[in-house]
């Protein structure tokens, strides 16, 4: 006689995101409100996913639920930026979340993926774009996200501050290949 196999149960999160995937937000709550008494909404996880999918309605549910933007050192904000949902990061910093936080990683993110108009969004917030040594330009020049280096520079960003163990601007000269002209070298 053959034993029936048990099967697995289903992981939550695995329901939530095929809910996050197709911006669901229906299931989302039905989903958090009947499991209320196991859904810890202050999980970034929840967030996280709902970035990584662009689900904007569904972040304003869970945040209107009591979910923590600034949880995890502010890793909704990081993962908004990292997948480059500006409406996201625009939401999340509105309603508290710190351009500044993990060092400032948002902008160097920002910079590293070329969205020079998210850029210019966190500088306008007190993103530090000289911090990690000036990473952001270093990171900007490195993707050969020119523009982006060129709005740093002309907002502060020190091009001959060591980065990686090198300036920007040697970097610049010895990795283009075309020498794009930024700006005079001092």
């Not at 933007?69 to 949902?85: E, F």
């Not at 993926?113 to 917030?125: A, C, D, P, W």
Request: hydrophobic share 35%; proline share 3%.
């Amino acid at each position: 006689m053959s034993k029936a196999k048990k099967q697995k149960p289903m992981d939550p999160m695995e329901t939530l995101r095929g809910a996050f995937h197709d911006n669901d937000l229906e299931t989302v709550k039905r989903f958090v409100l009947e499991q209320k008494e196991n859904v810890n909404v202050t999980d970034p996880e929840f967030i996280c996913e709902a970035c990584h999918y662009e689900c904007l309605d569904v972040i304003k549910w869970l945040v209107g639920q009591g979910a923590d933007i600034t949880t995890d050192d502010n890793l909704p904000l990081k993962n908004a930026v990292w997948y480059n949902r500006t409406d996201i990061v625009t939401f999340l910093v509105e309603n508290g979340a710190a351009v500044t936080s993990r060092d400032n990683n948002a902008i160097v993110q920002a910079s590293e993926h070329g969205n020079l108009e998210l850029v210019r969004y966190l500088v306008s917030k007190g993103a530090d774009i000289t911090a990690q040594e000036n990473a952001s330009a270093y990171s900007a020049a490195e993707y050969k996200h020119y523009d982006v280096v060129q709005y740093l520079y002309e907002h502060g960003a020190d091009l001959n501050g060591v980065a990686n163990k090198e300036s920007v601007m040697k970097y610049l000269l010895d990795h283009c290949e075309v020498k794009y002209t930024i700006l005079p070298y001092r």
